[in-house]
């Protein structure tokens, strides 16, 4: 009787269902788990971590000052630590601690991060005065505010330099907003006229209408341009003095002492002085920052706007235009195509379309699309878009 309930049962096709629903389920909580750990990880990124400053005795040498975050703890065995050259004593536990610390202070220290021996790190202490400089460029800098100056003069130092550096960097996030208006939308404007102007002029020209007139009212709007382009340029210039009339001067935890221009600062907090509330509004402002700002420092700072507009707007560009085009293609190939040889060559195609991975035909596009025929379609409908250069006649891309 069992034998044959089992049978039946096998026969129902229900263990079939369920090893296909809990194949679904393995892998819906597989994925949810990595992008968890995505997130986790990415996500962690952003939160401004407190800063340890510490003493690392390594056996032989003089004592240093680490000044950093804790990145990472591993446990490493103790031949593999005496193996890189460290100088591991022979006796001890098997296994010792390795601690990646993130340093910063590149152009003082050459690297962002370091590895040290946590068995070797003494005097660990977290003091509240210690800063975190998020800047343009050189990366973050970690040490001790000094003081605050304005054209080279101190204006102050001591405990009241962090409420003088926080007034001038609000201030300076003014001026470079001001900049980037200058320099993206006015100045952009103007290079868009002339840009206009000279494609004017080579329209003129190959039609053979460029006559005295038309040379003499382009030459005017030109003169206008650059009218215009000098009184922004001297509006630019009073703007970048006073984008560089601040600095600060910073020690490190050697005490070496630099001067940073406030220019080149982003952000300046104190992590080990704030709390949960105000950690959460910086970390909060840094996603925010990085979901919303262009890329700075070779696309490792800043943020990845222009990738997310560009990518969200292309999706929508092709599906607007591919849509329809797909839609009424499936129905016309399913419902009213003859089966014939062009037929089947279009299915062949599209199976291979489904097969074959997308960055593939991608690159096939780029190369026959855009440089066989982008070329010459650009030679053929914007003649006045290519510049005649004695070196490179056809300037235009596409074969030569």
Not at 103 to 123: C, K, P, Q
Not at 143 to 161: D, W
Not at 170 to 184: F, G, H, M, P, Y
Not at 348 to 361: D, E, K, M, Q
Request: hydrophobic share 45%; net charge positive; charged share 25%.
């Amino acid at each position: 009787m069992k034998k044959d309930s089992l049978k039946s049962w096998f026969k129902s096709g229900a263990p079939g269902v369920w090893i296909s629903g809990g194949s679904v389920a393995i892998a819906v909580i597989m994925t949810i788990g990595l992008l968890a750990v995505i997130a986790v990880r990415g996500l962690g990124h952003f939160w401004p971590a407190d800063l340890v400053q510490a003493s690392y005795n390594v056996p032989g040498q003089p004592a240093q000052v680490v000044v950093g975050e804790v990145v990472q703890k591993e446990e490493v065995p103790r031949a593999r630590l005496k193996g890189a050259g460290l100088p591991v004593p022979d006796d001890g536990p098997e296994f010792m601690t390795r601690e990646l610390i993130k340093v910063g202070n590149r152009d003082l220290n050459g690297s962002d991060f370091t590895w040290v021996v946590g068995e070797w790190l003494a005097d660990e202490q977290r003091p509240a005065e210690l800063i975190a400089l998020e800047r343009r460029e050189w990366g973050n800098f970690y040490g001790y505010l000094v003081s605050v100056k304005e054209n080279g003069k101190v204006v102050a130092e001591g405990p009241a330099a962090w409420a003088e550096l926080q007034s001038r960097l609000a201030r300076v996030d003014k001026l470079a907003s001001d900049l980037q208006t200058l320099e993206k939308k006015d100045i952009g404007a103007i290079n868009h006229g002339l840009e206009r102007l000279r494609l004017h002029s080579r329209k003129l020209e190959l039609e053979g209408k460029l006559d005295a007139t038309a040379q003499a009212d382009i030459e005017s709007e030109r003169a206008e341009l650059n009218n215009r382009y000098k009184a922004i340029e001297e509006r630019l210039g009073n703007l970048h003095r006073d984008f560089a009339r601040d600095s600060m001067v910073a020690r490190d935890g050697s005490g070496r002492e630099v001067e940073i221009n406030l220019s080149k600062i982003v952000h300046a907090y104190q992590p080990n002085g704030m709390g949960l509330f105000t950690k959460l509004g910086v970390y909060f402002a840094k996603v925010w920052e990085f979901l919303s700002d262009d890329p700075r420092e070779a696309n490792t700072e800043g943020g990845i706007f222009p990738a997310i507009f560009g990518t969200v707007m292309m999706t929508l560009i092709m599906a607007v235009i591919v849509t329809p085009f797909g839609v009424l293609a499936a129905v016309y190939l399913r419902e009213y195509a003859r089966q014939g040889p062009v037929t089947r060559l279009i299915r062949i195609a599209v199976n291979n379309l489904a097969g074959v991975p997308a960055i593939v035909y991608g690159v096939f596009g780029l190369g026959f699309f855009v440089y066989v025929l982008g070329g010459s379609l650009d030679r053929l409908f914007f003649p006045k878009r290519c510049r005649h250069r004695p070196w490179a006649p056809r300037a235009c891309s596409g074969p030569r």
